[in-house]
């Protein structure tokens, strides 16, 4: 397992470099990370937002049940994210996701997204005893969704996704087996509604949205030996546009995340000193680990040792605002912003988009406000094609 350590810390964990006290810091552990990186440039500019904002071809990762309201047919896209590039060169993640209306009434639509997240070759064992070995880990996941309008301005939509994590490759397990790649199954559950409210005498768009995505089994490189979460989150956002003039929209948005899995026990919190603590400690470690992933959601509620206090800080939020021009260009900035103890992400996010019949262009950088962060000047880029458009200029000719 020494290798899935190393690996799970440094793709979550690096992230709080600034966290000095010990005694606080507590973030919440998860296995396969990689599902919580934001896929795509437009979403990542606004600081990792889109529970709410329009729908696009990305929508699956942020809101699927948005795809219903989507105003093409078709849509693929296709994004890359060099990650963590301030430490390594060769890790990235690449996504692939489409959609595809369905009906006759324009209110349904299936959805399918596959995720590669590499991390590049690292090696394991010794080069002066021989044993070194060079081993290529990665992680990826495939889903399918349906989202259906249940009204004329409320949706719903359900995804189901396979998970595969090859992270423990050569290592061994506690029965001296190598530990394999691990599988895992999830299924997410969103909304969505919009509304076109008159201020003054424009016509505005209102929307609001939830996500509850990765609800399923736990993820083992060991055989079943040292189960881990798979990181569920529950996403809830707003956003809202207004028409500044003729073709100049603004649209500005809010989401809130919390994960739905219980914080890890620390040692720190029990009286070590005394055998009652030592016991209390190891019994509350077992129970965790040993929760099941539904009992663990409804547990992320009332973990905190402070309280309802310690909760909220366990939520991160994402303020973003995006100015549109005629649909065509785009320039977007957002905030994200997580608690040093809960792993101390806080950064800016930039971006822009250009838009053609049939393609879009979008690309994103991201600067890091908090000290020796590693995810300081990502980028990202992200290419979408608009079905509907390529089939007029098929028929054109």
Request: charged share 20%; with cysteine; glycine share 8%.
């Amino acid at each position: 397992m020494r290798l899935f350590l190393l690996i799970t810390t440094t793709l979550f964990l690096a992230t709080a470099a600034a966290a000095q006290d010990k005694n606080d810091f507590n973030p919440i552990q998860t296995g396969v990370n990689s599902l919580s990186i934001a896929p795509d440039a437009r979403g990542a500019s606004l600081g990792d937002l889109g529970a709410a904002t329009e729908p696009d071809a990305n929508s699956q990762f942020w809101n699927p049940s948005k795809y219903a309201f989507a105003y093409s047919r078709a849509g693929v896209s296709l994004s890359y994210t060099p990650w963590l590039r301030s430490l390594v060169n060769d890790i990235f993640l690449a996504n692939l996701s489409g959609y595809w209306k369905i009906g006759r009434d324009d209110n349904q639509a299936f959805s399918a997204t596959l995720r590669y997240f590499s991390l590049g070759e690292v090696t394991t064992g010794s080069e002066i005893t021989g044993s070194a070995q060079t081993v290529n880990p990665y992680e990826m996941s495939f889903d399918v969704g349906y989202s259906r309008k249940l009204s004329e301005r409320y949706s719903m939509g359900v995804v189901l996704r396979y998970i595969y994590s090859d992270l423990g490759f050569g290592s061994a397990s506690a029965s001296g087996d190598l530990a394999t790649g691990a599988s895992a199954f999830s299924a997410d559950i969103s909304g969505y509604y919009t509304s076109y409210p008159v201020v003054g005498r424009n016509e505005c768009q209102f929307a609001w949205g939830f996500d509850i995505s990765n609800i399923g089994t736990k993820v083992s490189y060991n055989h079943g030996d040292d189960p881990a979460f798979l990181p569920t989150n529950l996403r809830i956002g707003a956003a809202f546009t207004y028409p500044l003039a003729d073709y100049h929209n603004l649209t500005i948005g809010l989401d809130a995340n919390k994960l739905l899995v219980p914080a890890r026990p620390r040692e720190s919190d029990y009286d070590a000193a005394t055998p009652e603590g030592q016991r209390a400690y190891l019994e509350a470690l077992e129970k965790w680990e040993t929760m099941s992933p539904i009992s663990g959601i409804f547990k992320s509620f009332s973990d905190a040792p402070g309280g309802f206090s310690e909760e909220l800080k366990e939520i991160t939020w994402s303020l973003g605002a995006e100015y549109a021009y005629n649909q065509q260009f785009f320039l977007r900035a957002g905030y994200f912003y997580e608690t040093p103890m809960k792993g101390n992400r806080q950064y800016f996010g930039i971006g822009a988009g250009f838009a053609l019949n049939i393609l879009r262009i979008d690309a994103s950088y991201m600067l890091a406000t908090a000290r020796t962060s590693p995810l300081d000047q990502t980028l990202r880029f992200t290419l979408t094609f608009d079905m509907d458009g390529l089939r007029d200029l098929f028929s054109r000719r």
